[in-house]
């Protein structure tokens, strides 16, 4: 079955074409993300989930938490009829994040070993570095808080 997704990439100076803003990596701003999509569908931009809308009969309004201060380049959004598969980080201080590997729903059990590997690599450069994870949530789906990956290739080494 045919499927369709909407993601944006505006690395590295596309942001201009997705909304007004001085577009060079110099220039950083904070985000406020509202993303209007079909209810069926899934969206992901930088930051978590807020709060959830409906918009009339078959829509819902996914409005997310303010992003850090961050280069126009790095906004994201993703729209789609995928699921994930979730891990849960433990930060230093305790608190636990988040950490998700979105996929289609048909390829959704062959994602637990990245999840596991992605729980993995933030542990070890939390340990290394002595700093932990920053953002309330890591979703794979590339850039600030937010990763797209060529599911063919993350699929194939498992």
């Known amino acids: 079955m045919k499927s369709y997704f909407g993601a944006t990439f505006f690395e ?3 942001a201009r074409v997705g909304f007004p803003c001085f577009d060079e990596p110099t220039f950083k ?14 969206a992901i931009s930088n930051m978590n989930v807020v709060k959830e809308t409906q918009y ?10 303010k992003t850090p201060i961050m280069s126009t380049y790095l906004v ?11 891990g849960k980080y433990k930060k230093f201080n305790g608190e636990v994040i988040p950490v998700r590997m979105y996929s289609p729903p ?6 637990e070993f990245a999840v596991q590997e992605m729980l993995k690599i933030l542990k070890s450069f939390a340990n290394y570095t002595g ?5 309330p949530k890591l979703g794979e789906y590339v850039n600030y808080n937010l990763n797209l990956f060529n599911l063919t290739r993350v699929l194939q080494i498992i």
Do not use: C, Q
């Not at 701003?29 to 899934?42: C, E, G, N, Q, W």
């Open 56 to 65: 009339g009969h078959n829509h819902t309004t996914v409005h997310f938490a």
């Open 131 to 135: 700093f932990d994870y920053m953002l």
């Open 29 to 42: 701003a904070r985000f406020l993300i509202h993303i209007t999509k079909p209810s069926d569908y899934v």
């Open 12 to 14: 590295p100076v596309n």
């Open 76 to 86: 994201e959004m993703f729209v789609g009829k995928y699921d994930f598969r979730e």
């Open 106 to 111: 048909e390829k959704l059990n062959n994602t």
